[in-house]
């Protein structure tokens, strides 16, 4: 007996630091969005330029066509569809949802105005949005829903039309006493939720999930909280803990692991620099302090950022590709610390180019201390601020001229 309560006594002790933390599968509901997109799924666009004319395979059309139609030719579900855009005064466009060639049998959409957009000399443009448009899936695909969206120039114009999710998969995942909400984006809408982002597939077969990390997002942000979606990836960090991701083709299940990887440091020296880095395995939104635990691997930086806040509360940042430099691509090695500052100061060079008659082409190269390059030009509280201003003086100090940098 006493044997007995010792042995649950001491199984207690032995248990108690070893937290179990659930782990398994969890079911995703497909969901479709209405109205606003959550965020991250709100910057997935395809957009699909305008056939020269009808495809052969094309059997049948529609009756009382306009003379002016565009055709697009897309993949959805795996599979290859045609849409038909009638430039009407009401533009209607008729997607052949059931893949058989024939649009004589597809409902056509009417478009619905969100904006007139008065550009400039452009004064006819008009955007119209059409769907929702849903294709069933095939063995092991889910069903792709979309909606499309034309900018329509003029009846002759070349109108691209972009694709956008109108469908999610999402759920709720328990992990030891903490809940999520999971959500996932079939961001090449191929009807299938498993693209893993890795370093060696290409980047337009990533599918997408965000985490809301609720009021788990401050514990220790050393992994910003992914309101917004991110690229989905074979390992994941959550609440402290990296996690092995799988899931199921059609999205219907997502299963967690636990996975006990070995870590390595990187530190850049400073705070205030906020890299996205990703590996085989994982894709990582490092800020703070400016040094972080990650899981031992060969990294490429997608994306580096430095921000500031000044007295008024104000946030401006810098960013840029970190497509040169000592942090453009790194390994890190177990319980090693790979120690490259990154950031400011900052080396501001400007390059001229003689452009012919009288017309001088000045650049700006702004490079962090790793190598770093940034695009010139800050942004304020995330909105761009305008391009910043040059003056040519003489020896004196007189103006000779005045211009400013333009993006691109
Ligand atoms: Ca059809
Ligand atoms: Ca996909």
């Not at 079911?27 to 997935?44: D, R, S, T, W």
């Not at 989905?232 to 990887?261: C, F, I, P, W």
């Not at 070995?262 to 490092?286: C, E, I, N, R």
């Not at 201390?369 to 003489?394: F, M, S, W």
Request: hydrophobic fraction near 35%; aromatic fraction near 8%.
């Amino acid at each position: 007996m006493r044997r007995a309560a010792l042995a649950i006594v001491l199984g207690f002790f032995l248990c108690a630091p070893c937290v179990v933390r659930a782990q398994g599968e969890f079911a995703l509901e497909l969901q479709e969005i209405k109205g606003k997109a959550p965020p991250g799924v709100a910057e997935v666009e395809k957009t699909v330029s305008p056939l020269p004319g009808k495809p052969y395979k094309v059997k049948a059309l529609p009756a009382g066509l306009s003379r002016h139609v565009s055709y697009y030719g897309v993949h959805l579900a795996g599979k290859p569809i045609v849409m038909l855009l009638d430039m009407t005064e009401a533009p209607k466009l008729y997607v052949d949802t059931n893949a058989d060639f024939d649009l004589s049998n597809d409902k056509p959409a009417e478009g619905t105005t969100e904006k007139e957009q008065p550009i400039p000399g452009d004064a006819n443009m008009k955007t119209y949005d059409f769907g929702a448009f849903r294709v069933e899936g095939g063995e092991g695909r889910a069903p792709v829903m979309v909606r499309a969206k034309v900018a329509i120039w003029g009846k002759e114009g070349n109108n691209y039309l972009s694709l956008y999710p109108a469908a999610i998969r999402s759920g709720q995942v328990r992990l030891g006493d903490k809940s999520y909400t999971v959500q996932l984006v079939d961001a090449d809408f191929d009807g299938r939720y498993d693209g893993m982002a890795s370093l060696s597939t290409s980047r337009d077969k990533w599918d997408l999930i965000a985490v809301d990390l609720g009021s788990q997002g401050t514990a220790a942000a050393q992994t910003a909280p992914s309101e917004e979606a991110q690229p989905l990836s074979k390992l994941m960090r959550l609440g402290g803990n990296y996690y092995g991701v799988q899931v199921a083709a059609d999205g219907s299940t997502m299963r967690l692991e636990e996975a006990h990887t070995a870590l390595a440091t990187l530190d850049v020296g400073q705070p205030g620099v906020k890299l996205t880095v990703m590996s085989d395995s994982g894709f990582y939104s490092l800020s703070g302090e400016g040094k972080w635990q990650l899981p031992v691997g060969h990294y490429q930086t997608q994306r580096v950022t430095l921000s500031k806040t000044d007295d008024k509360g104000d946030v401006w940042t810098l960013s840029g590709s970190a497509s040169t430099g000592k942090l453009k691509a790194f390994d890190i090695a177990e319980g090693q610390t790979l120690a490259t500052k990154a950031g400011p100061p900052l080396v501001v060079r400007t390059s001229a180019d003689n452009m012919g008659a009288r017309a001088v082409s000045i650049g700006v190269d702004v490079t962090g201390q790793a190598g770093e390059k940034y695009t010139p030009g800050v942004a304020k509280n995330g909105a761009a601020e305008p391009p910043p201003t040059l003056r040519i003086l003489d020896e004196s100090g007189k103006v000779l001229g005045a211009g400013s940098f333009q993006y691109g």
